[in-house]
């Protein structure tokens, strides 16, 4: 069995719960509040900063010029294309450039992107893709999951071009790429270091979905 279908079966439960989400499910019928969306978009957009220097770093740690070649292509489509997609929404409800990278990261968003960051400095590079992919696959499969559930959901005036982007074949190979490299790196490793790597993939799996809930909740610092 490759390790990633072993990666995909064992996050199974949590990736369902976080399909139904309502957060989720609300962009797919057109019901999410706005200001659910506003606060994703916000959070999302710093977010993303912090995920871009994951790229970063995986061209640093890319061991062929293959490899760093396509992670400084994801480092620079994010940037201008992922965030691009957070500043046209934005304008859209009046929030400006400056005021996106002005939001500060709730408690969760830190933790999740600091967990990231820290096991891509410290952890090699199958350990940096296996942190960063549940975010890229997990998006894919939401996107395409929504516009097959929901047929019409691509032509709503606030949530459409989202589900458009994240359904898409172009972020598909985004996701598709990282897998099979994966795959190709953990091929043959010892059990004690997939178990490792099987251990990030689940917690960012873990965190994907709280950061879904953070925003449908409003959650932030208490004080």
């Known amino acids: 069995m490759k390790f990633s279908l072993r990666l995909h079966e064992k996050v199974k439960e949590i990736w369902e719960k976080t399909h139904q989400h309502p957060f989720v499910e609300g962009l797919g019928t057109g019901d999410l509040p706005v200001e659910s969306f506003i606060r994703y978009m916000k959070q999302d957009y ?4 912090d995920y871009s220097k994951l790229f970063a770093l995986g061209s640093v740690k890319a061991r062929d010029l293959d490899t760093m070649a396509v992670f400084a292509k994801l480092l620079h489509e994010t940037l201008h294309g992922e965030m691009e997609l957070h500043r046209g929404y934005a304008a859209r409800f009046g929030i400006t450039k400056q005021q996106l990278e002005e939001t500060k990261p709730t408690p969760n968003n830190l933790a999740y992107t600091r967990y990231m960051l820290n096991v891509a400095h410290s952890g090699s590079l199958e350990e940096l893709i296996s942190s960063l992919l549940p975010c890229a696959w997990s998006y894919w499969e939401i ?5 097959a559930k929901y047929p019409l959901a691509s032509e709503h005036p606030f949530y459409g071009d989202w589900i458009k982007m994240y359904s898409s074949d172009d972020f598909g190979s985004f996701a598709v790429w990282l897998i099979e490299l ?3 790196l953990t091929d ?13 993939f689940l917690t960012t799996s873990r965190f994907e979905y709280m950061f879904w809930d953070m925003v449908y909740r409003g959650e932030d610092w208490p004080v």
């Open 46 to 49: 710093v977010f993303l900063i």
């Open 143 to 147: 996107g395409k999951m929504l516009a």
């Open 182 to 184: 994966l795959d190709q």
């Open 188 to 200: 043959g490793k010892p059990e004690w270091e997939l178990a490792i790597i099987e251990e990030h």
